[in-house]
């Protein structure tokens, strides 16, 4: 196959689309001639006057000069544009591609001229449009970074398709692939109602008898909801003809929800409405800042973040890292699952946060905010949840998909709970097998990974359960699921981990017996909502702990801090290796103690780090690498083994770091061997996507001959979107820079 600078191009016809892909052919000279070809003589003489095309001939003419032919006739004409086609000789060296919106009819009419597809016909549809029509208003740059969706039959001709995706490319589209039927559906909701609604409001709204005081004093909305009802009339026509199917059932779906809404408006039921508008909101929201979908189809690339963090001075000041995420993920869990209005103060606005909070309003739970840390949540009771539209996303975060096991265990509908690449890949068995004990049935993907496709409607009964290994978010998966068990469950575990899940049930009066290692549950009870004050994450805090501790001449207060028994191992264990840490204004907000924690500079000192605090400290780990990497002497963890299937391998994760930059480091099957006392050198690291990471070799970067480069950052909005503004404002030397 010859290459595209060298093939003639036939458009047929020269509308808006057909007339920008034209231009934008010729413009960017991606072929060696374009062709028009149009029923309207007049338009064909404008486009060659206005250098639109080359050229224009007869249908024929042109399908035997052409290499490539573009079909942008309207929908319903499409068949006898096709058996004109058919009649010219050749046409089968010809690759073909369209622009049509809907696909199901284009399908048939193929199917009734030739027999079967044309293996070198390429459907494509440019995701991109005016209300303007006609060749006069061809745009040669209408297709820049928009996209257009590819839909080739399974028997394609691969050197076809790959012409007409360069094709497109060069036209500066981004070329997706999607299945023909999967297409017209989601076009159907996405662009084919949206038109069909614009038209119908305009209309309704013009013969009312005032209809110019109405369109006089239109507001932004109104203009921006109303334009596309300029839209070309015929065209969009014939698209709802060619789309009936799939059109009408969205059309369907969206008047059911909308009779719901007015019967809501009628009889002022502040709820239903604050629901809609809510999910509405945050929906639009989430889905295109967190999970950033490119348009109808895969992920999009994230963002390349890179911190650059220099040598600092002293670190001063007071700061207030953001709200424990641990707890923010429950509070969410189990206001949702209460009986009232749960209000949260705060709330962690964490990309994983954001998650459960998106979860459960797909569950039908109404939920306003977050606004500055505040959120409400209109409690729908243990069994009040409903079946979501379809997977719930979550991101990032184990702990989100680990404890969401537990309380849809039980629940009568079916459910799949999915999360990005890193989730995707770490281990789920360790709720699993103990929820299939209690009766639940749950399917992963091999090894026990995600996604998790739970059975609705099974009762589970209660068990008596030992953990393998220490897990505060396997405990509390059980705990969660022994609310809806019959009977009592109790968990054991080998070592104290942390206990908000049980606190904060007692919170909201559900009772939960602790004995030492060990938490029971009674199924059957209920949930009573109350107001929740989220203390600041001592994981977020550890950072500046360290940072403050290993820079000469630091003092640094950090206010407000989470200082519950069960996660203080970052301050026992900093404390051990003389540390200068002390507690002020110790008080206790919702069931949580809370401290401002005052961290001055020491000599630290390498030590064997107490297996009992290793629980205790598990998520703080990447940082106390940095400390003991700065420390005098040798510092030894075992009993670490959870910290290998993290979000990342944490363990080799810093042991790889830390050799970059110098360091004489050991690794052991369940933990790390760090000899300190050497200066960190300047070098380039990788934080696998690992928040933990990433902000770990930030504050190595403090005290380290000269600058780390650290890869792979964006993941750290997961858990502190603030850390580099707050990180600034102690004294860091730190410098972010992205790329797409």
Same mark, same amino acid.
């Given at each position: 196959?010859?290459p595209?600078?060298?093939?003639?191009?036939?458009?047929i016809?020269?509308g808006?689309i057909?007339?920008?892909?034209?231009?934008?052919?010729?413009?960017?000279?991606l072929?060696?001639?374009?062709?028009?070809?149009?029923?309207?003589?007049?338009?064909?003489?404008?486009?060659?006057?206005?250098?639109?095309?080359?050229d224009?001939?007869?249908?024929?003419?042109?399908?035997?000069?052409?290499?490539?032919?573009?079909?942008?006739?309207?929908?319903?004409?499409?068949?006898?544009?096709?058996?004109?086609?058919?009649?010219?000789?050749?046409?089968?060296?010809?690759?073909?591609?369209?622009?049509?919106?809907?696909?199901?009819?284009?399908?048939?009419?193929?199917?009734?001229v030739?027999?079967?597809?044309?293996?070198?016909?390429?459907?494509?549809?440019?995701i991109?449009?005016?209300?303007?029509?006609g060749?006069?208003?061809?745009?040669?740059?209408?297709?820049?970074?928009?996209k257009?969706?590819?839909t080739?039959?399974?028997?394609?001709?691969?050197?076809?398709?790959?012409?007409?995706?360069?094709?497109?490319?060069?036209?500066?589209?981004?070329?997706?692939?999607?299945?023909?039927?999967?297409?017209?559906?989601?076009?159907?909701?996405?662009s084919?109602l949206p038109?069909?609604?614009?038209?119908?409001?305009?209309?309704?709204?013009?013969?009312?008898?005032?209809?110019?005081?109405i369109?006089?004093?239109?507001?932004?909305?109104?203009?921006?909801?109303?334009?596309?009802?300029?839209?070309?009339?015929?065209?969009?026509?014939?698209?709802f003809?060619?789309?009936?199917?799939?059109?009408?059932?969205?059309?369907?779906?969206?008047?059911a929800?909308?009779?719901?809404?007015?019967k809501?408006?009628?009889t002022?039921?502040?709820?239903?409405?604050?629901?809609?508008?809510?999910?509405?909101?945050?929906?639009?929201?989430?889905?295109?800042?967190?999970?950033?979908?490119?348009?109808?189809?895969?992920?999009?690339?994230?963002?390349?973040?890179?911190?650059i963090?220099?040598?600092?001075?002293?670190?001063?000041?007071?700061?207030?890292?953001?709200?424990?995420?641990?707890?923010?993920?429950?509070?969410?869990?189990?206001?949702?699952?209460?009986?009232?209005?749960?209000?949260?103060?705060?709330?962690?606005?964490?990309?994983?946060?954001?998650?459960?909070?998106q979860?459960?309003?797909?569950?039908?739970?109404?939920?306003?905010?977050?606004?500055?840390?505040?959120?409400?949540?209109?409690?729908?009771?243990?069994h009040?949840?409903?079946q979501?539209?379809?997977?719930?996303?979550?991101?990032?975060?184990?702990?989100?998909?680990?404890?969401?096991?537990g309380?849809?265990?039980?629940?009568?509908?079916?459910?799949?709970?999915?999360g990005?690449?890193?989730?995707?890949?770490?281990?789920?068995?360790?709720?699993?097998?103990?929820?299939?004990?209690?009766?639940?049935?749950?399917?992963t993907?091999?090894?026990?990974?995600?996604?998790?496709?739970?059975?609705?409607?099974?009762?589970?009964?209660?068990?008596?359960?030992?953990?393998?290994?220490?897990?505060?978010?396997?405990?509390?998966?059980?705990?969660?699921?022994?609310?809806?068990?019959?009977?009592?469950?109790?968990?054991?575990?080998?070592?104290?981990?942390?206990?908000?899940?049980?606190?904060?049930l007692?919170?909201?009066g559900?009772?939960?017996?602790?004995?030492?290692?060990?938490?029971?549950?009674?199924?059957?009870?209920?949930?009573s909502?109350c107001?929740?004050?989220?203390?600041?994450?001592?994981?977020?805090?550890?950072?500046?702990?360290?940072?403050?501790?290993?820079?000469?001449?630091?003092?640094?207060?950090?206010k407000?801090?989470g200082?519950?028994?069960?996660?203080?191992g970052?301050?026992?264990?900093?404390?051990?290796?003389?540390?200068?840490?002390?507690?002020?204004?110790?008080r206790?907000?919702?069931?949580?103690?809370?401290?401002?924690?005052?961290?001055?500079?020491?000599?630290l000192?390498?030590?064997?780090?107490?297996?009992?605090?290793?629980?205790?400290?598990? @998520?703080?780990?990447p940082v106390?690498? /940095? *400390?003991? =990497?700065? +420390?005098?002497g040798?510092?030894?963890?075992? #009993? $670490?083994? !959870?910290?290998?299937?993290?979000e990342?391998?944490?363990?080799?994760?810093?042991?790889?770091?830390?050799?970059?930059?110098?360091?004489?480091?050991?690794?052991?099957p369940?933990?790390?061997?760090?000899k300190?006392?050497?200066?960190?050198?300047?070098?380039?690291? @990788?934080?696998?996507?690992?928040?933990r /990471? *990433?902000? =770990?070799? +930030?504050?190595?970067?403090?005290?380290?001959r #000269? $600058?780390? !480069?650290?890869?792979?950052c964006?993941?750290?909005?997961?858990?502190?979107?603030?850390?580099?503004?707050?990180?600034?404002?102690?004294?860091?030397?730190?410098?972010?820079?992205?790329?797409?």
């Open positions: 196959m010859k595209l600078s060298k093939q003639t191009l036939a458009v016809g020269l808006l057909g007339g920008s892909v034209a231009t934008a052919v010729k413009q960017r000279s072929c060696h001639r374009v062709l028009g070809v149009d029923l309207d003589q007049q338009a064909l003489k404008i486009a060659k006057a206005i250098q639109v095309i080359d224009y001939l007869p249908f024929a003419d042109a399908v035997k000069a052409a290499d490539i032919i573009v079909l942008a006739v309207p929908m319903l004409g499409m068949q006898q544009v096709l058996q004109s086609l058919a009649e010219v000789e050749g046409w089968q060296d010809k690759i073909i591609t369209d622009v049509g919106s809907a696909k199901g009819c284009l399908i048939d009419a193929t199917e009734a030739f027999g079967e597809w044309p293996e070198n016909f390429i459907p494509g549809h440019p991109a449009g005016s209300e303007k029509s060749v006069t208003a061809a745009n040669p740059d209408l297709f820049v970074n928009h257009v969706i590819l080739p039959h399974a028997m394609v001709n691969h050197q076809a398709l790959s012409c007409v995706r360069q094709l497109w490319q060069g036209m500066g589209a981004d070329v997706l692939q999607m299945d023909i039927q999967r297409h017209d559906e989601v076009l159907a909701v996405t084919h038109h069909l609604l614009a038209f119908s409001l305009v209309d309704t709204l013009a013969t009312e008898r005032d209809n110019q005081d369109f006089r004093y239109a507001a932004g909305g109104f203009r921006d909801f109303t334009r596309i009802a300029a839209s070309d009339p015929t065209m969009w026509h014939d698209i003809v060619a789309n009936k199917g799939a059109v009408l059932r969205a059309l369907n779906d969206f008047t929800d909308l009779c719901k809404l007015q809501a408006v009628e002022e039921d502040s709820q239903y409405m604050l629901g809609v508008f809510t999910r509405a909101k945050v929906a639009r929201e989430h889905f295109s800042k967190m999970l950033a979908r490119r348009a109808y189809v895969e992920p999009m690339k994230q963002q390349e973040i890179r911190y963090s220099h040598p600092a001075g002293p670190l001063s000041g007071e700061i207030r890292v953001p709200g424990d995420k641990s707890i923010s993920h429950r509070s969410i869990m189990l206001g949702s699952l209460a009986e009232g209005v749960t209000e949260i103060e705060g709330f962690l606005e964490g990309e994983d946060s954001l998650a459960t909070l979860a459960f309003r797909d569950m039908g739970v109404v939920i306003e905010g977050p606004h500055q840390g505040k959120v409400t949540i209109y409690g729908v009771g243990l009040g949840l409903k979501p539209p379809g997977p719930l996303y979550l991101g990032n975060s184990g702990t989100a998909m680990r404890l969401f096991a309380l849809l265990a039980a629940q009568k509908f079916d459910v799949t709970l999915t990005d690449a890193s989730l995707s890949g770490r281990p789920m068995n360790r709720v699993a097998v103990p929820l299939q004990k209690m009766g639940a049935v749950i399917n993907e091999d090894e026990g990974r995600p996604p998790l496709r739970i059975e609705g409607g099974n009762q589970l009964a209660g068990i008596n359960y030992t953990l393998p290994m220490a897990s505060a978010q396997v405990k509390s998966c059980l705990l969660l699921a022994g609310m809806y068990a019959e009977g009592k469950t109790t968990v054991a575990e080998p070592a104290p981990t942390r206990d908000h899940t049980e606190r904060m007692t919170g909201f559900y009772p939960v017996e602790v004995n030492g290692n060990t938490a029971t549950i009674q199924g059957g009870g209920q949930l909502a107001k929740i004050e989220v203390p600041a994450d001592i994981s977020s805090a550890a950072f500046f702990m360290v940072a403050a501790s290993i820079v000469p001449g630091s003092e640094l207060l950090i407000h801090v200082i519950n028994p069960t996660r203080i970052v301050i026992n264990i900093l404390r051990l290796m003389g540390g200068d840490i002390t507690l002020e204004n110790e206790e907000v919702g069931g949580e103690p809370v401290a401002d924690i005052r961290v001055r500079a020491a000599q000192k390498g030590i064997d780090v107490p297996e009992d605090q290793v629980p205790l400290a598990i @998520d703080e780990f106390l690498c /940095i *400390a003991a =990497a700065n +420390a005098q040798t510092t030894t963890v075992r #009993g $670490a083994s !959870e910290l290998r299937v993290k990342s391998d944490r363990i080799q994760a810093m042991a790889d770091g830390l050799e970059v930059l110098g360091a004489h480091v050991e690794t052991t369940d933990g790390i061997i760090i300190g006392g050497q200066t960190l050198q300047s070098g380039q690291v @990788d934080s696998l996507g690992d928040h /990471i *990433a902000m =770990a070799f +930030a504050v190595a970067g403090l005290r380290a #000269g $600058a780390i !480069e650290i890869a792979n964006a993941n750290v909005a997961t858990s502190f979107p603030n850390f580099i503004e707050l990180a600034k404002v102690t004294g860091f030397d730190l410098a972010v820079e992205s790329a797409e």
